[in-house]
């Protein structure tokens, strides 16, 4: 069967295709950092020149339609920035760290705010998922590379970018890793084009959410196998969970109030009565094991995580402290505020901050749960966006969203896509359902 040509056609597009395909490229000069938010501001400003500009008629199609929930990612982003300045304010950080702080928002917080407002322009889902497919062919073809470079005993990092002096979170934005190793085992894990290798997890569960929407069937195989060798290799245990839950979990939001699926919780839920006490002691046991799994990584973490919400509660509930603080010798000097988004928040930027991420998360959750029980285009595009909502969801507890938005952006725009596309029917809504169950 002869493999479907997927070509960009629009300006949006072709930024978008042209840098994800381009993602190795970038990342091997050190340029992936600063092409992305570049990229985000342009087609920024190309989408309001469109709504709030003079359009002609003949692109009146172009104009964004922007719904509410999209909306509300700018609203709740502009309170990030609010939360900055008067964190600032409040400590005395000075001019020099507020304004370092707001670029570093324009690269950060900002950026979930406008890749769902991309999301909103002229893109065909079709590109996103052919694309992603195309990084993982490209991962797939690089292994040789990653793995020989271990067992050869290279270097793990061949060289820091120039580009990082233009301004950076750290070194490793800019560095080429070829591999790395654990520093308790000494057991080696890949970060594949990412600063860590978490976060290479993190975009691989995206890749493969994008991954099976293809529907040439040799890309999805190409999709799947690539995604999931970078789960594997990256040893995230965040990334094993939500690649083997997300797509179930996001099948029974859609499926819930189906017939089957009602009678098959109720028998799955008296069956699971009988062996409740040992189900109990095998969670418990997966628990222990997940947590054993990397015991000093869990430990710094909860000790962050203790830290950031005591001083939170006790010095600035409300608007935070403005910026991560470095952490004593017990948390092997990691900022506080690092390894996990919610706590992150209440350090950095209080309860205003808290919320300002919280309430657009579960709004756009409820608006692509909506959508997804359309057909066609959009319901597949609304599934895909209610799926990143959900590894979204996870990875708050394992990572700082405010610095990977510029590696996990075509996910954020399906948090667009998913709400912005046409709606041309849908299944029966959830109330017939359950009254015909």
């Known amino acids: 069967m002869e493999t479907q040509r997927i070509t960009p056609e629009t300006t949006e597009e072709k930024l978008i295709w042209y840098a994800m395909i381009g993602t190795y490229g970038f990342y091997f000069i050190g340029a992936l950092y600063l092409i992305v938010p570049v990229m985000a501001w342009v087609l920024l400003f190309m989408g309001l020149w469109r709504w709030l500009g003079p359009v002609k008629s003949s692109n009146k199609n172009q104009i964004p339609n922007l719904p509410i929930s999209v909306m509300i990612w700018f609203l709740g982003m502009s309170f990030m920035l609010l939360a900055l300045w008067i964190g600032h304010a409040n400590h005395s950080l000075g001019l020099g760290a507020t304004i370092k702080s707001t670029i570093g928002w324009a690269k950060g917080w900002a950026l979930l705010a406008i890749f769902p407002f991309i999301g909103c322009l002229s893109i065909r889902p079709e590109l996103i998922y052919r694309a992603a497919c195309i990084v993982c062919l490209h991962t797939l073809l690089l292994l040789p590379v990653f793995i020989g470079a271990y067992a050869l005993g290279l270097p793990q990092n061949l060289w820091v970018s120039p580009f990082k002096l233009l301004g950076g979170p750290g070194p490793e934005f800019f560095m080429l890793n070829l591999y790395e190793l654990e520093p308790g085992t000494g057991a080696p894990r890949w970060r594949f084009f990412t600063p860590w290798a978490p976060a290479a997890g993190f975009v691989a569960n995206l890749y493969f959410l994008f991954a099976l929407q293809e529907k040439d069937i040799r890309w999805r195989t ?20 939500s690649l083997g839950s997300v797509w179930a979990v996001t099948w029974f939001l859609v499926n819930f109030g189906r017939p089957f699926v009602l009678y098959g919780i109720g028998i799955a839920t008296f069956l699971l009565s009988l062996i409740a006490i040992p189900l109990v002691a095998f969670a418990e046991q997966l628990v222990d094991t997940f947590t054993q799994a990397r015991v000093d990584s869990s430990r710094v973490r909860s000790a962050l995580a203790r830290i950031a919400v005591d001083r939170w509660a006790r010095e600035a509930p409300v608007w935070g402290h403005g910026v991560v603080e470095r952490g004593p010798h017990m948390v092997e000097y990691m900022p506080i505020g690092s390894h996990h988004t919610w706590f992150g928040l209440l350090f950095v930027k209080g309860i205003v901050g808290f919320m300002s991420l919280a309430i657009p998360m579960l709004i756009s959750f409820v608006a692509l749960w909506r959508n997804a029980f359309a057909t066609g285009s959009a319901g597949g595009a609304a599934k895909t966006g209610l799926s990143v909502i959900l590894v979204l969801f996870l990875y708050t507890f394992g990572e700082n969203l405010e610095i990977l938005p510029y590696l996990i952006w075509p996910g954020l725009i399906f948090i667009g896509l998913g709400v912005s596309m046409p709606i041309t029917s849908t299944h029966e809504n959830q109330a017939d359902q359950l009254k015909d169950a």
Do not use: E, P, Q
Request: hydrophobic share 60%; aromatic share 0%.
């Open 222 to 241: 190409i999709g799947i196998i690539g995604s999931v060798v970078i789960v594997l290799m990256s040893k995230s245990r965040l990334g094993l969970i």
